[in-house]
């Protein structure tokens, strides 16, 4: 789970992602293992340990979206939207227009 926060942070926050290439190839690699996993128990099993510079990058990358400054989250405007519609024995139509035409 820590994983996917951090790939979502970093995403959201637009944090770059190659300072911290060890970390997540070692999350490529872990889920590559499980997935080859016949026994679906085993996926509970506490991992073995990482090495330290693996290790490393997974800290500075928690640091570096701890870090960041918040996203603001401007809200969105209503569309003008034009809308005009017919219909006849045959059918019915519809044109949809906002401010970019």
């Known amino acids: 789970a820590t994983a996917g926060i ?6 959201t926050l637009n944090i770059p992602l190659a300072p911290f ?7 490529s690699d872990v ?8 026994d679906r128990k ?3 099993s506490p991992l073995p340990p990482l090495c330290p510079s693996v ?4 800290r500075q990358w928690r640091a570096a979206v701890l870090s960041a400054p918040p996203r603001k989250i401007v ?3 209503q569309p003008q939207l034009v809308l005009i519609t017919d219909a006849s024995d045959d059918g019915w139509g519809a044109l949809a227009f906002d401010e970019h035409g």
Not at 21 to 27: D, L, S
Not at 31 to 38: F, N
């Open 42 to 44: 085993l996926w509970d």
């Open 6 to 11: 951090l790939q979502y942070a970093s995403r």
């Open 21 to 27: 290439h060890a970390a997540r190839r070692a999350i």
């Open 55 to 58: 290790m490393k990058s997974f």
């Open 75 to 77: 809200e969105a405007q």
């Open 31 to 38: 889920a590559w293992l499980l997935e080859g996993m016949t």
